[in-house]
């Protein structure tokens, strides 16, 4: 893209720039996968503050500087060494401006366009998919690998990502919550969680389109980007259905994969989902739902529980649903496994967490609903001037 205006912010992790009527925002830390920093948070904010009424922007466009990818998450390290010494608040902080960069990117009033190239997951998808309500898109590409894998270190799907999740077709959303299954272009299109297509090797000419092109308005700024991408993805973009279940060339398509997962993740919590997997007794079915069993046997039990519970109460604004997002995230480290799995999936790297309810069939909703009791009232919520 050329004739930048000066930078908005200039920093190690994150660039904003005003581009041909374009407020440009560059992840650009490459070592953490563009993990979002507190700082990375905060100028990404305080870009889209400045930006919001400015006349100079058209839209928003959000990008990797590395095409590895686009956002990993949060600093996960960061909620452990808080965790560790005890640190509410630091930990409450972080979370609260990152939910709120989130519900200012879904209440957006100018489009907001993200480039989800390659590792999308956690916090990456609270800064992408808000996207779709502003009128904006979301652009995926083969490299895409997109998840919410929460389960896996005792979190749950937060970031509002509960939202998007519970408006998939049918049980999708429920799958990917508790499974915590990465996709790739073709089942992120099929399932409403990306908007359209590119390959890499087109992305320079889109970024030169959008650089040089005369843009009288949003509208044709987004017409621009629709006529260099497609609404379709190669077939060949589907990823493995569970975790380390088949390669992404020969992995059924969710599509393919949507009458199982509607048959089983119906079930109205994870010990029904579970059985019903085990009674599955149709060959072509039979050994995915046993692949399934096998990697959801490997995840925090009350974390399934619980991402399920997130998802199915997920009817309301989003604003609620951040806010019940944050006072999980004090239940969950508080009483759940989140310590517990990132020490064992990331700290030390042992992958034999040791989680506080061990089998699925264990967790009773006396447990789930405790999980969801907020430590604040109405008043004193953090997130409470969230509207809509």
């Known amino acids: 893209m050329s004739t930048p205006v000066p930078m908005?912010?200039?920093?190690?992790?994150?660039?904003?720039?005003?581009?041909?009527?374009?407020?440009?925002?560059?992840?650009?830390?490459p070592q953490a996968l563009n993990a979002l920093s507190r700082p990375m948070i905060q100028a990404m904010h305080?870009?889209?503050?400045?930006?919001?009424?400015d006349p100079r922007v058209l839209a928003v466009l959000?990008?990797?500087?590395?095409?590895?990818?686009?956002?990993?998450?949060?600093?996960?390290?960061?909620?452990?060494?808080?965790?560790?010494?005890?640190?509410?608040?630091?930990?409450d902080g972080f979370f609260?401006?990152?939910?709120?960069?989130?519900?200012?990117?879904?209440?957006?009033?100018?489009?907001?366009?993200?480039?989800?190239?390659?590792?999308?997951?956690?916090?990456?998808m609270g800064i992408s998919q808000g996207a779709h309500r502003t009128g904006g898109l979301r652009i995926v590409s083969e490299t895409t690998k997109m998840a919410m894998p929460e389960t896996r270190i005792g979190l749950f799907p937060?970031?509002?990502?509960?939202?998007?999740?519970?408006?998939?077709?049918?049980?999708?959303?429920?799958?990917?919550?508790?499974?915590?299954a990465t996709i790739g272009a073709a089942d992120a299109l099929y399932a409403g969680l990306a908007d359209t297509y590119i390959d890499t090797s087109a992305m320079p000419a889109l970024l030169d389109a959008l650089g040089?092109?005369?843009?009288?308005?949003?509208?044709e700024v987004l017409a621009c980007i629709k006529r260099l991408t497609s609404r379709t993805a190669p077939a060949r973009q589907s990823e493995p259905a569970?975790?380390?279940?088949?390669?992404?060339?020969?992995?059924?398509?969710?599509?393919?994969?949507?009458?199982?997962?509607?048959?089983?993740?119906?079930?109205?919590?994870?010990?029904?989902?579970?059985?019903?997997?085990?009674?599955?007794?149709?060959?072509?079915?039979?050994?995915?739902?046993?692949?399934?069993?096998?990697a959801m046997r490997e995840l925090s039990p009350l974390s399934m529980a619980v991402s399920l519970e997130v998802v199915a109460r997920a009817e309301g604004p989003m604003s609620d649903c951040l806010r019940r997002d944050l006072d999980l995230t004090r239940s969950m480290f508080d009483h759940g496994d989140v310590i517990e799995g990132i020490r064992a999936r990331i700290v030390d790297k042992d992958?034999?967490?040791?989680?506080?309810?061990?089998?699925?069939?264990?967790?009773?909703?006396?447990?789930?609903?405790?999980?969801?009791?907020?430590?604040?009232?109405?008043?004193?919520?953090?997130?409470?001037?969230?509207?809509g």
């Open 96 to 124: 609260t401006d990152e939910y709120a960069l989130d519900h200012a990117i879904f209440t957006y009033e100018k489009p907001y366009i993200a480039l989800m190239e390659g590792v999308v997951m956690g916090g990456g």
């Open 242 to 294: 569970a975790r380390g279940a088949q390669s992404a060339s020969s992995a059924p398509s969710l599509a393919t994969l949507r009458p199982w997962i509607d048959r089983h993740f119906a079930h109205p919590d994870v010990a029904g989902i579970i059985a019903s997997l085990e009674a599955e007794s149709e060959p072509d079915a039979r050994e995915w739902a046993q692949q399934t069993i096998r």
């Open 46 to 53: 305080a870009a889209l503050d400045a930006w919001r009424d």
């Open 212 to 219: 040089a092109e005369r843009f009288a308005d949003a509208a």
């Open 62 to 91: 959000v990008r990797s500087l590395h095409p590895r990818a686009f956002c990993a998450g949060g600093d996960v390290r960061f909620f452990y060494e808080a965790g560790r010494r005890g640190d509410v608040a630091a930990r």
């Open 158 to 180: 937060d970031v509002g990502a509960g939202w998007f999740l519970a408006r998939t077709p049918g049980a999708i959303g429920r799958y990917l919550a508790v499974t915590g």
């Open 351 to 387: 992958n034999r967490p040791v989680w506080r309810i061990a089998r699925i069939e264990d967790v009773t909703r006396a447990e789930v609903e405790h999980m969801f009791v907020s430590p604040w009232t109405p008043e004193t919520h953090p997130l409470h001037a969230l509207v």
């Open 8 to 29: 908005l912010v200039e920093s190690d992790e994150v660039r904003t720039r005003i581009v041909n009527r374009i407020g440009l925002i560059e992840l650009n830390r």
